[in-house]
């Protein structure tokens, strides 16, 4: 799929993202409860940057664990830019952030950011070229140790496992009243518009990109998440 398509397929499901997704929070709060304690001995007003910030979950949750936080939020999605603005105005805490339309690369120079997220994005860059470039545009952002923490779709898709999981993550998404035609597209996402790689693959591209040697620290089916740094 290519980037404008993506982008416009994005732009169709802001308005009822959330809803959709709502019976599945409970893996998001799950991972968000794990990622705390990993951004905690960051400083009180660290300046982080939401990489494919969406309709701001993440942000949300963030702005309200550490008050004095000021956030950075890039999305090619307008109506995912426009969504997310808008939570974050109803949750008051918009003075703390500033947000950009438009992919990582067009955001405009600024200071070092002491950490940055990345949920579920680089899994949409097929080429394994771009996705080391995409984490290396991260890891120019951050200070010197600067920390991120991502997560992408992962398994080996040729394995075994891939056969027990994927089935389980197709019913897992039918209780969010994903239609069964719908989930037939995603299946062939998967194999065609999604780079599903090996865990240890996806660590890897991370460490070309510029970062320490990843740590797991989430797993909820095919999702898996790594905190990694810069070099001190």
């Known amino acids: 799929m290519q980037p404008d398509e993506l982008v416009a397929l994005f732009d169709q499901q802001a308005p009822g993202y959330d809803p959709q997704w709502a019976r599945t929070a409970a893996i998001r709060d799950c991972l968000y409860q794990l990622l705390d304690p990993l951004l905690s001995d960051l400083r009180e007003d660290a300046r982080v940057l939401c ?62 950011f002491d950490a940055a997220t990345c949920f579920l994005v680089s899994q949409f860059i097929v080429d394994r070229s771009r996705r080391v470039r995409f984490f290396a545009d991260i890891a120019a952002r951050l200070r010197p140790g600067g920390l991120l923490a991502s997560s992408d779709l992962a398994c080996d898709t040729a394995s075994p496992a891939y056969a027990v999981l994927l089935p389980a993550w197709m019913r897992m998404m039918a209780t969010a009243e994903v239609s069964p035609e719908a989930l037939q597209r995603i299946r062939e996402a998967y194999a065609r518009d999604v780079a599903v790689l090996p865990p240890q693959d996806v660590a890897a591209i991370l460490e070309a990109g510029g970062f320490d040697a990843p740590v797991p620290f989430f797993q909820a089916g095919l999702i898996h998440a790594w905190v990694s740094r810069t070099p001190a």
């Open 51 to 112: 990489v494919g910030v969406g309709t701001g979950q993440e942000l949300a949750h963030l702005a309200t664990t550490f008050p004095h936080w000021q956030f950075v939020a890039p999305d090619p999605s307008g109506a995912m830019i426009d969504a997310c603005r808008a939570r974050a105005e109803a949750e008051g805490f918009a003075a703390r952030c500033r947000f950009h339309h438009g992919f990582l690369d067009s955001l405009p120079p600024a200071a070092p």
